[in-house]
């Protein structure tokens, strides 16, 4: 329902502002105009956002979606660690798995859909996760940490 105030909201901006401008009241037409900038640009940055929030696994590599081109993760070279991120004021915190590459910025991975109330991830989503860092990583205690800790997180849930 937010939404669609909102968006009634700029479309009534839109149609307003060239009626403002024209009858003498240019200052509050400029300023819808603003605003109805504003508004599509914080839409375009929250729409991007999610689209790169999606992560699959293929041949053993972790892929994430991007704009120009898809990012590959090769777990046997990267740091994992996983983390807890709170979101607002209420709620309890979300866990996040972060994935650090050498010469990448670190990517966090959230084990909870953002766009379904924060649901947790399908087990068989976060168990292919933890076999392939267990996989990827067999000799590294802390990785083989976090792969547990994602099973058990999937176990305790349920």
Same mark, same amino acid.
């Given at each position: ?19 403002? $401008?024209? @009858?003498?009241? *240019? %200052? =509050? ?7 109805? @900038?504003?508004? %599509?640009?914080? $839409? *375009?940055?929250?729409?991007? *956002? ?46 996040? =798995? ?8 670190? %990517? ?25 860092? *267990? ?18 997180? %999937?176990?305790?849930?349920?």
């Amino acid at each position: 329902m937010n939404s669609v105030a909102a968006v009634g909201f700029l479309a009534f901006s839109i149609y307003a502002s060239p009626i403002l $401008v024209n @009858s003498g009241d *240019a %200052v =509050l037409g400029a300023l819808l105009l603003v605003f109805c @900038s504003l508004f %599509v640009i914080a $839409v *375009a940055v929250m729409a991007a *956002a999610a689209y790169r929030r999606s992560f699959w696994i293929e041949d053993g590599l972790l892929w994430r979606r991007g704009f120009f081109r898809n990012k590959v993760y090769d777990l046997q070279f990267c740091t994992v660690s996983l983390k807890a991120k709170s979101i607002g004021f209420a709620g309890s915190p979300v866990p996040v =798995l972060v994935i650090s590459a050498p010469n990448k910025r670190a %990517v966090r991975l959230w084990l909870r859909n953002r766009e379904a109330r924060f649901a947790m991830l399908p087990r068989e989503q976060i168990y292919a996760l933890a076999d392939l860092i *267990a996989s990827a990583r067999s000799r590294d205690d802390k990785a083989s940490a976090v792969a547990q800790s994602l099973r058990y997180l %999937v176990d305790s849930a349920i």
